[in-house]
Every structure is written in structure tokens, then in C-alpha cells.
């Protein structure tokens, strides 16, 4: 039964059906509050199915998509700005 659910299915549940498919699986859920139910239920998904649960951003970073030149001079700013934060930190 729980190799059909996946980690974002478990994640978004609620306690109800959390307790039902706990309960279904031969864990008694009395005792157990959410968290304690979706860690168990977690451990029963095969890890291919956890892991497809987490997905990553594939937009680029800002920077990335200006000129050499434009990046250049962001990151120098960035690197100015820092060590004036860092200057006003210290004082």
C-alpha cells in the first residue's frame, strides 16, 4: 500500500489519512502525532519515489544571463556592498 504513495503525498496529507494508511500498515497511530506518522509512512517509500518528490529550480541564476562584462561589474559591486556591510558591522 505504501509503495504507491509518494513523499509528497505523504507531506500533504492530512493527520486523518495519515492515521488510516499508518493503521493499514500494521502501525497503531494512537500514540503517533503528524509528524511522528509521516516519518514512519516516509520510511516505507522506496527511495526512487522520495527523491522524485524534491524538485530542483531549473531557472538560471540573474546574473548568468548578462554580458561577461555586466557580470563582472555585478559581482564587483556585490563584492563593494559586502565589505561596506562588513565596515559597518565592525564600527
Known amino acids: 500500500m505504501a509503495t504507491s504513495l ?3 503525498d505523504i507531506l500533504t496529507m492530512t493527520s486523518e489519512d495519515g492515521r488510516k494508511y499508518v493503521s ?5 497511530p494512537k500514540n503517533m502525532i503528524e509528524t511522528d ?3 514512519w509512512l516516509l520510511e516505507k517509500v522506496p527511495p526512487s519515489e522520495a527523491a522524485s518528490a524534491v524538485k530542483t529550480p531549473t531557472t ?7 554580458s561577461p562584462e555586466m557580470q563582472l561589474q ?3 559591486k556585490k563584492e563593494e556592498q559586502e565589505k561596506q556591510f562588513e565596515f559597518a ?3
Open 37 to 39: 506518522m509521516q516519518t
Open 74 to 76: 555585478y559581482y564587483l
Open 89 to 91: 558591522r565592525l564600527k
Open 60 to 66: 538560471t541564476s540573474f546574473p548568468s544571463k548578462l
Open 24 to 28: 493499514d500498515l500494521g502501525q497503531d
Open 6 to 8: 509518494t513523499a509528497c
